[in-house]
């Protein structure tokens, strides 16, 4: 990413415009999380509902530190040991974060995230004087969130408006949003899984923490959520004509489309949004997904199959 258009982003976000970045999760749709009219806009470009709150990104831990009060030691080990990383820490606010982020919440979520570009972008928006950058993954509400910069296009080029941007960053290195821990008891709380999983917690804070759903909104948390337009079922058997994701291990049946097959569980993530847009866009009838198992990351990767298929027909 050359400096002029690091410098071009920054400056969009600076003057209120929406900047679609990559992060090692997904891509974001970024606003100045200070700008109640910016943040608007994200909201109508998504289509989302208004009390849905969203993740700050920051560069670096003082400027965290300036959105949030009452850090608890275990969090700061985790901000120490996991940041700039896919994970997403929410603590009561500061008068910075206004309802508008928060949903009118007294929490807010906030992120480092571990991707140069995003990283760049958000430094030299803070040296500009920006506080933080706003950003929900760039797709419409409910949908496949995009992990390249064509799928935030395809999701998104017909509600950005011209002084918009889409930064290309390549695709991104996880693939799945980031772990949310409610840092706000005593122990970590997970509001949504992911790359950061429940034992680097308890090696991170010596706490087990906690994993059972809050009563804070999360519409990743939504019981359909990243939906594709295809059917799809989990854990059954092909029929002829389907679409099939799977790791490697798994044989493709004759007369079957394979969308994936990744070698592991960690090329499950980073491949799994682009399989599910791959089936929309060969308009396969159905999609299969095997669910992995076995390791932790697993649970993220059957959280996220789980949710899309409760939205599919
Ligand atoms: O990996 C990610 O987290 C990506 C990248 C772009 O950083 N962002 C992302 O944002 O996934 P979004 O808005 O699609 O999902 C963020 C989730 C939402 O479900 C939202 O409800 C929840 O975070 N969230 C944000 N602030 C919160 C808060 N104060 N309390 C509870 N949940 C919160
Ligand atoms: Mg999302």
């Known amino acids: 990413m050359s400096n002029s258009e690091i410098e071009k982003a920054a400056q969009a976000l600076l003057v209120g415009n929406l900047v679609a970045f990559p992060t090692e999760t997904v891509y974001g749709l970024g606003a100045d999380a200070t700008n109640a009219l910016a943040v608007a806009k994200i909201y109508k470009a998504k289509g989302r509902p208004q009390d849905h709150p969203v993740i700050v990104h920051v560069s670096n831990l003082n400027v965290f530190q300036e959105?949030?009060?009452d850090i608890p030691g275990y969090c700061k080990k985790l901000a120490q040991d996991f940041w700039p990383g896919p994970m997403t820490v929410v603590l009561k606010r500061s008068s910075l974060a206004a309802?508008?982020?928060?949903?009118?919440q007294e929490t807010v979520g906030v992120r480092?995230?571990?991707n140069e570009t995003a990283l760049n972008i958000l430094r030299r928006f803070e040296e500009m004087g920006g506080k933080g950058v706003a950003a929900p993954s760039a797709n419409r509400f409910g949908k496949v969130s995009p992990t390249t910069a064509q799928a935030v296009l395809d999701e998104l080029e017909d509600f950005l408006d011209k002084e918009d941007l889409v930064v290309d960053g390549g695709d991104c290195e996880v693939g799945l949003e980031?772990?949310?821990?409610?840092?706000?008891?005593?122990?970590p709380r997970i509001l949504?899984?992911?790359?950061?999983?429940?034992?680097?917690?308890?090696?991170s804070t010596n706490l087990q923490p906690l994993e059972t759903e809050s009563s804070i909104r999360v519409s990743g948390s939504l019981k359909s959520h990243y939906?594709?337009?295809?059917?799809l079922v989990l854990?059954?058997?092909?029929?002829?004509?389907?679409g099939l994701i799977a790791l490697e291990e798994v044989a493709t049946p004759d007369g079957v489309i394979r969308v994936a097959a990744p070698a592991s569980t960690v090329e499950f993530g980073q491949q799994l949004y682009a399989a599910l847009r791959k089936a929309d866009q060969l308009s396969i009838r159905r999609l299969v997904a095997i669910t992995p198992d076995g390791d932790e990351l697993s649970l993220a990767i059957a959280d996220r199959l789980t949710r899309a298929s409760n939205s599919s027909k």
Do not use: H, K, L
């Open 67 to 69: 959105w949030v009060v």
């Open 99 to 104: 309802d508008f982020i928060t949903g009118g």
């Open 112 to 114: 480092i995230p571990g």
């Open 178 to 187: 980031s772990t949310i821990i409610d840092c706000t008891g005593d122990v």
């Open 192 to 203: 949504r899984y992911g790359a950061i999983t429940p034992s680097m917690i308890y090696e």
């Open 227 to 231: 939906a594709p337009n295809v059917e």
């Open 235 to 242: 854990n059954q058997q092909t029929r002829s004509g389907d």
